[in-house]
């Protein structure tokens, strides 16, 4: 079957640094997605990974591990704004390459 | 590139009442989706199209619920004799073929009393 796994809600400090874990089973992998969301506002894409390793983008990192069903997603030098939900999915080609979603994660940045 | 944008932003309806979504995508993707969220949960897809053809329809969806695209462009959502549970937010979101990045739209909150 399906599933992907995420922390319901996360809790850190401004200017600290937070990783954000996922794991999923999925018949099928073709990439892994993290999506950030705030709160009525539509999902913005953060980072898109397919092979193993850890993708960096200025604040943010995403890892994958095909082997172990496992990523995360890194936030450094935490800022109020980082405050929001944030989504791992996971495209499966037995499901014609549509997107499986977790149900997010809340992560709450405190001063 | 104004990004993907929806209509209405909010929906009041009561129970029984059908109710209509419109999607419009970035202009050059092909592929367009639509998916329904409801709180605390991640978007659960609903369909999606490449150009004008409805390629996939979650076994999920009741048959009250219609979509089409008619020129490969707009998408409209239509949901007929809507229930309570169908309360959430509605997200649509498009993407090139060749890319597998999928760009959301802000969403149409449905609330049915």
């Known amino acids: 079957g399906q599933n992907i796994d995420q922390p319901t809600e996360m809790t850190a400090t401004e200017g600290a640094i937070v990783q954000i874990n996922c794991t999923y089973q999925?018949?099928?992998?073709?990439?892994l997605f993290w999506y950030q969301q705030h709160a009525g506002e539509a999902p913005t894409f953060l980072s898109y990974n397919v092979l193993d390793g850890l993708e960096e983008k200025g604040r943010f990192s995403s890892f994958l591990s095909r082997s172990k069903g496992y990523s995360y997603l890194l936030l450094k030098e935490l800022q109020m704004k980082d405050s929001a939900s944030y989504l791992c999915a996971v495209r499966d080609s037995y499901s014609n390459y549509q997107l499986i979603w977790g149900a997010g994660t809340k992560l709450i940045i405190k001063p | 590139d104004t990004g993907v944008s929806q209509d209405p932003r909010h929906k009041i309806t009561k129970r029984g009442q059908n109710v209509t979504f419109r999607c419009d995508p970035i202009?050059?993707?092909?592929?367009l989706y639509w998916y329904r969220q409801t709180l605390g949960q991640g978007p659960e897809f609903l369909t999606y199209f490449q150009n004008e053809a409805q390629l996939e329809k979650s076994r999920l969806l009741s048959d009250r619920f219609s979509a089409e695209r008619p020129k490969g462009s707009f998408s409209t959502l239509e949901i007929q004799r809507t229930e309570q549970g169908d309360s959430a937010m509605y997200l649509c979101a498009s993407s090139l073929v060749r890319e597998n990045i999928q760009y959301f739209g802000a969403g149409t909150r449905l609330s049915v009393l």
């Open positions: 202009s050059e993707h092909n592929r």
């Open positions: 999925t018949s099928g992998f073709n990439g």
